[in-house]
């Protein structure tokens, strides 16, 4: 069983930053994927950014630019860099990994964007 356990979120003026983090129980090359999921209220969960354990990523169209995932293998983690916040971008912010096609979540962490 993946534990994960997310920290980071918060309040932040439109324009500032935040760094999110997703400590994990298990080794990161454990997984074939990591990344960051969102859901605003009313709306459905969405991909925000993704790395595979080859290293690739993949962005959400709207993050491209703004958003930077990246991981420590010595820390069994994984970050979410977002710069340029906009109040669109407030919504729950969920971790994801994939271990043999099994997704595993973190309990979420609130990302509130004022303007």
């Known amino acids: 069983q993946v534990q994960l356990v997310e920290s980071g979120g918060g309040l932040v003026q439109a324009g500032g930053s935040l760094r999110l983090s997703c400590a994990s129980s298990?080794?990161?090359?454990?997984?074939?994927?990591m990344g960051w999921y969102r859901q605003a209220p009313g709306k459905q969960r969405e991909l925000v950014a993704q790395?595979?354990?080859?290293?690739?990523?993949n962005y959400a169209d709207s993050v491209k630019g703004r958003f930077t995932i990246s991981r420590d293998s010595a820390k069994n983690t994984v970050y979410l860099q977002m710069n340029s916040l906009k109040p669109e971008d407030t919504a729950v912010y969920y971790c994801?990994?994939?271990?043999?096609?099994?997704?595993?979540w973190g309990q979420g962490t609130q990302v509130t964007v004022s303007s």
């Open positions: 994801n990994v994939r271990r043999i096609a099994i997704n595993y």
């Open positions: 298990m080794t990161i090359y454990s997984f074939s994927a």
């Open positions: 790395v595979t354990s080859v290293g690739s990523t």
